[in-house]
């Protein structure tokens, strides 16, 4: 199983990026997929995620900005990403959660992705 996730960059405040995170060794349609972010000296943080069925959930932080996508076709899972401020900046992981669990802990995650840096400016 890999998840490759893509698609960061550097980019002004209140613009735009979409990040992309591709499986391979699985179906994505069968599992819940996230995605995670740690800034600079901090902890990893849980930013979206979305159910087998579409359902999904938001951090208040990014919640009405970040939408979070799946394209089972593809087996490819998005976090558009718009209004971006600073304190966006930071590695973002996608991840899967291992099945059986229905929180968005780091614990319940199974698989991840190498991170992709986004870099907000000011």
């Known amino acids: 199983v890999q998840l490759q996730a893509s698609g960061g960059g550097l980019v002004q405040a209140g613009g735009s990026l979409r990040l992309s995170c591709e499986a391979s060794?699985?179906?994505?349609?069968?599992?819940?997929m996230g995605w995670f972010r740690q800034a600079p000296g901090k902890e990893r943080r849980f930013v979206a995620g979305?159910?087998?069925?579409?359902?999904?959930l938001y951090a208040d932080s990014v919640e009405g900005r970040f939408t979070i996508s799946r394209d089972n076709a593809k087996n490819t899972v998005y976090l558009q990403m718009n209004s971006l401020k600073p304190e966006d900046t930071a590695v973002y992981y996608c991840?899967?959660?291992?099945?059986?669990?229905?929180?968005?802990?780091?614990?319940?995650?199974?698989?991840w992705g190498k991170g992709t840096l986004v870099t907000v400016s000011s």
């Open positions: 979305i159910s087998r069925g579409g359902t999904s």
């Open positions: 991840a899967k959660r291992a099945p059986g669990r229905i929180t968005w802990g780091e614990d319940g995650m199974d698989y």
């Open positions: 060794g699985l179906a994505l349609s069968s599992y819940a």
